[in-house]
C-alpha cells in the first residue's frame, strides 16, 4: 500500500471578525518540498588537506602526512599520478632520510602517489627507518640535487659544506653509519737463503764403515 498523500484539514480564525476559514494541506508535498531544498552531501567531497605553510612531514602508523606547504615544495598534486619516494644518503658516517619524486633520483618508477588528503602509504622496513630519525620533519632543499629535499629537525640543510651542521646535532635527525676498516697487511720480511757454502764441509765428514765398529 502506497500512501499518495496526507491532507491536513487546517481552521483559521480571524481574531478581529471571527470569521472561520478552512485550509487543506498535503503534507507530503510539504515534507518532499523540505527534502528537496535541503542540500545534498557528496559522497565524493573533497577531502581535507593540513593546511600548514611550513613544508612538514608526520610520520603516523602505516603512513606519512604532507601539509600543503610540503606538497606546493615537492611540487605534486593530491590525487594525482604524482608518486614520492624516500630513500637515504651517506655524508661522513652519517645517514640522512631524503624525500622526492622518483625522478629526483634519476629513476622512472617506485614511490607511493600520494592521496586527496595529502597522506602516503608507508609502512613496514621502511617505515620503521625512517622512525629511527624521527616522527616529524620539516623540508629543506637538497642543495646539489634539483628537486630533491632533506627531511631536518629544524629546516636547515647544507651550506657550502659535505656535512649537515644544523641536523648532526640533533640525535633523532641523524643515525651514524659505522665504517669497518679493512684489517691493515703487515707485510712479513722474506727469510734469508742460508748460506750453501758449507755443503762440501759437510760432505768431508763421511767415513767408510766395517765389522769391527758393531759389537754383539
Known amino acids: 500500500m502506497n500512501l499518495q498523500s496526507a491532507i491536513l484539514k487546517l481552521e483559521l480564525v480571524d481574531e478581529a471578525t471571527g470569521e ?26 573533497k577531502a581535507k588537506l593540513v593546511e600548514d605553510s611550513t613544508p612538514r612531514l608526520i610520520l603516523e ?38 624525500i622526492g619524486k622518483p625522478e629526483a633520483y634519476g629513476d622512472v618508477k617506485g614511490g607511493n602517489r600520494i592521496t586527496k588528503s595529502g597522506t602516503v602509504r608507508f609502512s613496514g622496513s621502511k617505515h620503521d627507518h ?24 629544524d629546516g636547515k640543510a647544507f651550506e657550502g659544506s659535505p656535512v649537515l651542521e644544523s641536523v648532526k646535532s640533533d640525535k633523532k635527525a641523524y643515525k651514524s653509519v659505522t665504517k669497518t ?21 759437510l760432505l768431508d765428514n763421511d767415513k767408510d764403515f766395517d765389522s769391527s765398529d758393531f759389537t754383539l
Open 130 to 153: 625512517l622512525m629511527e630519525f624521527g616522527t616529524e620533519f620539516i623540508l629543506a632543499k637538497h642543495p646539489n640535487t634539483e628537486n630533491l629535499f632533506i627531511l631536518t629537525q
Open 181 to 201: 676498516a679493512p684489517d691493515k697487511v703487515v707485510e712479513q720480511p722474506e727469510p734469508e737463503a742460508e748460506d750453501m757454502n758449507n755443503i762440501d764441509s
Open 20 to 45: 472561520v476559514t478552512t485550509k487543506e494541506i498535503n503534507a507530503l508535498e510539504v515534507l518532499a518540498a523540505a527534502v528537496a531544498a535541503k542540500p545534498k552531501r557528496s559522497s565524493s567531497s
Open 61 to 98: 602508523d602505516s603512513k606519512y602526512v604532507l601539509t600543503s606547504g610540503a606538497l606546493e615544495m615537492l611540487g605534486v598534486e593530491p590525487g594525482s599520478e604524482d608518486r614520492l619516494d624516500i630513500r637515504y644518503q651517506k655524508v661522513d658516517n652519517l645517514e640522512y632520510p631524503l
